[in-house]
């Protein structure tokens, strides 16, 4: 069992960085690959990015690649996701998730959710 909790959403604007965290309770973090969802006004659960147990391979949306980093510290229960050159697209809620399959990009798949975190991109 684990429980995530989302922090680091925020207003800002067009250009501008924000940084997400996803704190996990228990004892088994690096068990889970994790990753970030998000979900926009009047929009389905979309895939951001992924992380693999040990950090060693990450995996990311081409909407968000090559301005979007995901990061975990399994020593701190903690993942985090750098959002750098924000657009108005980016506006949603931000989910954080605990996967214990493999089925990455699939909402359904994963096993444990957090509450998520507005932010809020204008331009």
């Known amino acids: 069992q684990v429980q995530l909790v989302e922090s680091g959403g925020g207003l800002v604007q067009t250009g501008d960085s924000l940084r997400l965290s996803c704190a996990a309770s228990g004892r088994t973090f690096n068990k889970f690959a994790m990753a970030w969802f998000r979900q926009g006004p009047a929009k389905e659960r979309e895939f951001v990015a992924a992380?693999?147990?040990?950090?060693?391979?990450?995996l990311y949306a081409d909407s968000v690649k090559g301005r979007f980093t995901i990061s975990r510290d399994n020593a701190k229960n903690t993942m985090w996701l750098q959002m750098n050159s924000l657009e108005p697209e980016d506006t949603a809620v931000y989910y954080c998730a605990a996967l214990v399959g493999s089925d990455i990009y699939n909402v359904l798949a994963y096993d444990y959710w957090g509450q998520g975190t507005q932010v809020i991109v204008s331009s």
């Open positions: 992380i693999s147990e040990a950090a060693r391979n990450t």
